[in-house]
């Protein structure tokens, strides 16, 4: 039964089609999920203007991911965290807390709702 053609036609083909289909898409998304964290130090160096380490911290997309809201520490940095937002589609970095974008996204009562 396991070695007959219908058999294999009919079951083990499409499973192993489908099971291969699911390993490259969602294979592909894990892949570009872990080059997030390097495009948001690249940007917040190049804003920041640094050569230093950049250290990430409490990471939260909000926009379906399009929008990455979070902390961050550099090594040079006396004073602890600082907040920022990401916009994966323009790699645009916000620094103010207080500018409307940021308010708009990261906002407690954006997380909220």
């Not at 920041?48 to 979070?70: F, M, P, W």
């Not at 790699?91 to 409307?100: E, G, H, M, Q």
């Amino acid at each position: 039964m396991l070695t007959s053609r219908p058999f294999l036609l009919l079951v083990a083909l499409p499973l192993v089609l489908a099971l291969l289909l699911g390993a490259v898409i969602f294979g592909g998304q894990a892949m570009s999920d872990s080059n997030v964290d390097e495009d948001i130090q690249r940007a917040l160096a190049q804003t920041l203007d640094t050569s230093g380490e950049i250290e990430l911290a409490k990471l939260q997309k909000v926009q379906y991911g399009y929008t990455i809201c979070g902390l961050y520490r550099t090594d040079a940095s006396d004073h602890g965290y600082a907040s920022f937002m990401y916009d994966t589609q323009s790699d645009d970095v916000i620094l103010d807390i207080n500018s409307r974008r940021y308010k708009s996204r990261c906002s407690l009562s954006v997380a909220c709702q």
